[in-house]
Every structure is written in structure tokens, then in C-alpha cells.
């Protein structure tokens, strides 16, 4: 069984450019949630998709946005890009939808010049 | 809210012994999930061991236990017999209501030493 895809693996944008990020989830899961992950910040939740509805939602702004499709696959925007958004961008999936137990892709390196 | 400490920036274990990873938590729900993940140098996030907080015998996954203590708020993580392999950052984790967000600690990077 394919694990969480995410592409691309790697980017590189410029102050204000806008960046879309991809994540296939494991087949068969229903739930997709997006981290933010930085040495200074750690680890911080972005939002959480389940069967195209957006149950919960991190503490970012209103840059921050995201999507999820019929089949399962999500995908995170991020506009006007700032220095600070230089991250590595992690989904993950869950087959149920409430106990937390997550498989992640190997994330989405952003870096903003 | 909810929160997650892990006191330990860094540990370091002799290959084959034993390595404890602590961490404490808070939370208003009743109903959680405890987890241990761990992200090796290569970043992907894999799921180590995990708790639910109404169970009261703790968890364990071959070489991997943990120590619940719910009054105290508390979870750690015992590996036995570590292994080379065993090298990563471990994070805690807790997740609480109807939902997979979850909360994460600021880490423990392990070293194991051969």
C-alpha cells in the first residue's frame, strides 16, 4: 500500500509569491491534516480535513488556506509568502477520525528568499 | 487547551541499554490520546506507541513501553535494548475530542551511542 504522497518535495519561492502544496493520503483515509514544522516553532498544526470538511484549524493567518477533494487528496496554500513561511510542510492521514494516529509524507521543504 | 513539555532537549543512550524520554501534558478533555512519534534524519513522522488515556495498563510495542501516570499528568517512554536505529527526534503527542489534531512537544533528540 502507497504511503502519503506529497510533492513537490522541495521548492523555493520569493517575498510575496503564492506556493500550492499537494498531499495524497493513503487510500482508503479519509482524514488529511497539515503541519508547519521549524526549528524555532516546532511542530504546529495547520488544519484538518475529513471527507471534504474542514473540522479544525491551527492558529495561523488567514494566508494559510487549504482543500480537500472527493477523493481524499488535499492540497495547502499559502499567498503573499513571507521569509517566516520557510518551513517544512507535513500531511498526514488517518484512516478514522478521531484517535489521532497519523501517518505523515515525507513533507513539503518550503524556502522563501 | 492543550499543552505538551518534553524537558529532555537531548539524550544519549550506549547501544543495547535502556533510555527513558520524559513528558507531562495538560488538557481539559476527558477523553485523549497519548503518542510517541519518531522523525529520523530522514523527516519522515512514524507513530512509535500510543495510549489511550481511559486504559489504564500501559502500552507497549515490542521494545517500546510507556509509563502513563494520568493523576500526574505524565508519559514516558521507555526503549529497551536500543539500537542503533533508534536514532531520531521523539516527540509526544496528545490529541482529545472528536478529532486527529494533535498537540505536539518540542522534541528529544536521541543519540545512540555504538
Known amino acids: 500500500k502507497a504511503g502519503v504522497t506529497q510533492t513537490p518535495r522541495y521548492l523555493i519561492k520569493t517575498r510575496g509569491q503564492q506556493v500550492t502544496l499537494s498531499c495524497s493520503p493513503i487510500?482508503?483515509?479519509?482524514?488529511v491534516s497539515w503541519y508547519q514544522q521549524t526549528p524555532g516553532q516546532g511542530l504546529q498544526f495547520l488544519f484538518e480535513?475529513?471527507?471534504?470538511?474542514?473540522?479544525n484549524k491551527g492558529n495561523f493567518p488567514g494566508r494559510f488556506s487549504g482543500r480537500q477533494f472527493s477523493n481524499s487528496r488535499s492540497e495547502m496554500n499559502v499567498s503573499t509568502l513571507e521569509l517566516g513561511d520557510s518551513a517544512l510542510y507535513l500531511c498526514?492521514?488517518?484512516?478514522?477520525?478521531?484517535?489521532?494516529?497519523?501517518?505523515f509524507g515525507e513533507g513539503s521543504r518550503l524556502t522563501v528568499l | 487547551a492543550q499543552t505538551v513539555t518534553q524537558s529532555q532537549p537531548e539524550m544519549s543512550v550506549q547501544e543495547a541499554e535502556t533510555v527513558t524520554l520524559s513528558c507531562t501534558y495538560d488538557?481539559?478533555?476527558?477523553?485523549?490520546?497519548l503518542f510517541w512519534y519518531k522523525q529520523p534524519p530522514s523527516r519522515q513522522m512514524i507513530l512509535v506507541i500510543r495510549?489511550?488515556?481511559?486504559?489504564?495498563q500501559n502500552a507497549t510495542e515490542n521494545r517500546f513501553s510507556v509509563n502513563f501516570q494520568k493523576a500526574a499528568k505524565s508519559f514516558s517512554l521507555k526503549i529497551s535494548d536500543s539500537q542503533l536505529g533508534d536514532a531520531a527526534m521523539y516527540f509526544c503527542?496528545?490529541?482529545?475530542?472528536?478529532?486527529?489534531?494533535?498537540?505536539f512537544g518540542t522534541g528529544t533528540l536521541l543519540a545512540v551511542q555504538p
Open positions: 498526514a492521514s488517518s484512516l478514522q477520525g478521531r484517535t489521532g494516529e497519523l501517518f
Open positions: 488538557t481539559s478533555e476527558s477523553d485523549y490520546y
Open positions: 487510500s482508503g483515509h479519509r482524514s
Open positions: 480535513y475529513f471527507s471534504e470538511t474542514q473540522r
Open positions: 503527542a496528545i490529541s482529545g475530542g472528536a478529532t486527529n489534531k494533535l498537540i
Open positions: 495510549q489511550e488515556a481511559y486504559k489504564q
